[in-house]
């Protein structure tokens, strides 16, 4: 059975930081590209950042830029979200989703398109208080 299950989410003040946690299961994680989408109450959902299987490569969305950090532990089977300088608009759920291809993966949430994506987790709450 493919698990994506994501960790560390809760509620931090503005400024504070926060690290998710995207542990793999059921699939060759090597295989895989890992991302992290966001989907706030009311707004659409939004991809923020994703990583390679194959060469590290990286992606951010304008509006975490600077302040977030992807990276990834294939022994661990984790994907990691560094996030740093919390605002209140980062307040959201926290999706991580794993895909065969980085590139398709990385356009989609650059383009804001709706892509077929592998597999998804079930969310992680975020919430930064003012």
């Known amino acids: 059975e493919v698990q994506l299950v994501e960790s560390g989410g809760g509620l931090v003040q503005a400024g504070g930081s926060l690290r998710l946690s995207c542990a793999a299961s059921?699939?060759?994680?090597?295989?895989?590209?890992i991302g992290w989408f966001r989907q706030a109450p009311g707004k659409e959902r939004e991809g923020i950042s994703s990583?390679?299987?194959?060469?590290?490569?990286?992606y951010y969305s304008d509006s975490v830029k600077g302040r977030f950090t992807i990276s990834r532990d294939n022994a661990e089977r984790t994907v990691y979200l560094q996030m740093n300088s919390l605002k209140p608009e980062d307040t959201a759920v926290y999706y991580c989703v794993a895909d065969k291809y980085f590139e398709a993966l990385a356009a989609a949430q650059r383009m804001g398109v709706n892509y077929d994506i592998d597999y998804w987790g079930q969310g992680t709450q975020v919430t930064v208080s003012s």
């Open positions: 990583i390679s299987n194959e060469d590290g490569s990286t």
């Open positions: 059921g699939f060759t994680f090597g295989d895989y590209a």
